[in-house]
């Protein structure tokens, strides 16, 4: 047992000797490197090569490339599961706040394999996508596809025939087996979707081990009932549930919706929830949320809405104009009391929601860094880490075993990583001034190659990978 004994110290010894007289591509030093799965929470140098993490270590490590980060927190990149702006300049608010992984996992689309064709090799973060009941419904009931279906549209107004309901499911599942990531509903968009239609789509969704992403279809006091048809669904088919924005739609009966997802957990029910740091939120003005009676439901009227290119405040005479011509308007919906409960709830992980035009789409995690945890000690960096990093990724791995590898600071994990000053980290981004960079995020490293250096953006770095489940190959 002695001679075991000092073979394994010797083993030790000379890995760390190795560690420590071999060069890395890419070095960070001295950084206070947080882990949210292990625990681990201290100064570390860590080697890089070939996009993964293959070194943490106590003690200096050498590298061609280093980045000195004395001072700085070391985080895994933050995963944003329910993203919806794809642009060029979108992409470069998300690095700057420290995003390295960007899914649409609400809306989603009807065809997977022309998504993925469409951003192969061009983006700076990884990307990836749901099959998405809205775009499925809409192409199934003769629809022009769009981003959201207008409240007059078929696929918001007309219930489907079964024979309609078997060809979404087929949409479905053609989509999942091209790789789709997860299923996306928007049931508060297509009211006419019932109970049954959503049902068998869950069914589909749980026999590919695919989560639904769900918008649910009840705002405030009706969303206690949306949220028991939806766990009712996922208990029924094994489909895995994330309700979306939570606190968005759950406005006074937030609790509520937070308690039924915590007693869900508890049951052994595969229920998860998102939500974003801010007070109001943002949508399609043509969309089925604004049809008659809105403000009795919302219980908001035209001033809590704001134009999101011109930030102006909503009058009745403004709202129709614009009901008319369409587009994205904020709406200002929840006190800060109700999002900092949200925010802090054990059960919920954090997700952008992003769109152009609000501030959540450049700087929900610095917002989250930089207010929630420094300023005003809601949570403390570990917890905030976790909301941002490991959670989301957990809640793919299923399907999308590669997740495993992200959300973490491990030797054999990939080299995602948002370098942060817990001094300065701030969202820049207002309701006024929506397109201002996150501040405070200095480095931003994808799959092991700089995208923010500096502060800088670095141009012309396209490491993001493609975050797919395994395709069925066609018999």
């Known amino acids: 047992m002695r001679e075991v004994g000092l073979l394994l110290v010797g083993i030790l010894l000379f890995g760390a000797a190795r560690a420590n007289t071999e060069e890395f591509e890419i070095v960070i030093q001295r950084g206070r490197v947080i882990d949210p799965e292990t625990g681990l929470d201290g100064i570390r140098d860590i080697g890089i090569n070939t996009g993964t993490i293959v070194a943490i270590s106590e003690s200096e490590?050498?590298?061609?490339?280093?980045i000195e980060a004395a001072g700085l927190v070391v985080s895994p990149g933050f995963i944003d599961l329910h993203q919806h702006a794809w642009d060029e300049e979108t992409y470069a608010f998300k690095i700057r706040d420290g995003v390295t992984s960007i899914l649409e996992l609400e809306v989603g689309t009807d065809d997977v394999d022309a998504w993925y064709q469409k951003h192969e090799g061009k983006l700076p973060l990884n990307y990836g996508v749901a099959v998405g009941h809205i775009p499925v419904r809409m192409r199934v009931m003769g629809d022009f596809p769009s981003f959201l279906p207008k409240s007059d549209s078929k696929a918001a107004t007309n219930e489907a025939s079964e024979e309609q309901v078997e060809k979404m499911k087929r949409g479905i599942t053609r989509g999942l087996e091209q790789g789709a990531v997860a299923v996306g509903?928007?049931?508060?968009?297509?009211?006419?979707?019932?109970?049954?239609?959503?049902?068998?789509?869950f069914r589909v969704a749980g026999a590919h081990q695919a989560s639904c992403h769900v918008h649910m279809r009840g705002r405030g006091a009706e969303s206690v009932g949306a949220a028991q048809e939806l766990i009712a669904a996922s208990a029924l088919t094994g489909a895995p549930l994330q309700i979306v924005h939570l606190q968005a739609i759950g406005a006074g009966?937030?609790?509520?919706?937070?308690?039924?997802?915590?007693?869900?957990?508890?049951?052994?029910?595969?229920?998860?929830?998102?939500?974003?740091?801010?007070?109001?939120g943002m949508t399609d003005i043509?969309?089925?949320?604004?049809?008659?009676?809105?403000?009795?439901?919302?219980?908001l009227?035209?001033?809590?809405?704001?134009?999101?290119?011109?930030?102006?405040?909503?009058?009745?005479?403004t709202f129709r104009k614009y009901r008319e011509s369409g587009g994205l308007v904020i709406v200002h919906s929840n006190p800060e009391s109700i999002v900092t409960l949200a925010v802090k709830h054990p059960a919920s992980m954090i997700a952008s929601d992003g769109l152009v035009g609000h501030p959540r789409n450049a700087g929900t995690y610095a917002r989250i860094l930089g207010h929630y945890v420094r300023d005003r000690g809601a949570l403390d960096w570990m917890t905030a880490i976790r909301k941002c990093t490991l959670i989301p990724a957990q809640r793919l791995e299923a399907r999308v075993p590669a997740m495993r590898r992200k959300g973490r600071i491990q030797e054999g994990c990939d080299a995602d990583l948002t370098l942060f000053d817990p001094e300065s980290v701030a969202a820049r981004a207002t309701f006024t001034d929506a397109k201002q960079a996150s501040q405070g995020i200095p480095f931003v490293?994808?799959?092991?190659v700089p995208v923010v250096w500096n502060s800088e953006i670095v141009r012309n770095a396209f490491p993001g990978r493609e975050i797919r489940a395994e395709r069925k190959k066609a018999e």
């Open 253 to 280: 009966s937030t609790p509520k919706l937070l308690r039924l997802v915590e007693e869900s957990q508890a049951a052994g029910l595969d229920v998860s929830a998102e939500i974003y740091p801010w007070t109001a």
């Open 185 to 201: 509903f928007g049931i508060y968009y297509t009211p006419a979707a019932t109970p049954w239609e959503v049902l068998e789509m």
């Open 286 to 299: 043509k969309s089925a949320i604004f049809v008659d009676g809105w403000r009795d439901s919302f219980g």
């Open 301 to 317: 009227d035209y001033g809590d809405l704001q134009w999101g290119e011109t930030g102006e405040r909503l009058t009745e005479e």
């Open 445 to 448: 490293l994808v799959g092991g």
């Open 61 to 66: 490590l050498k590298g061609e490339k280093v």
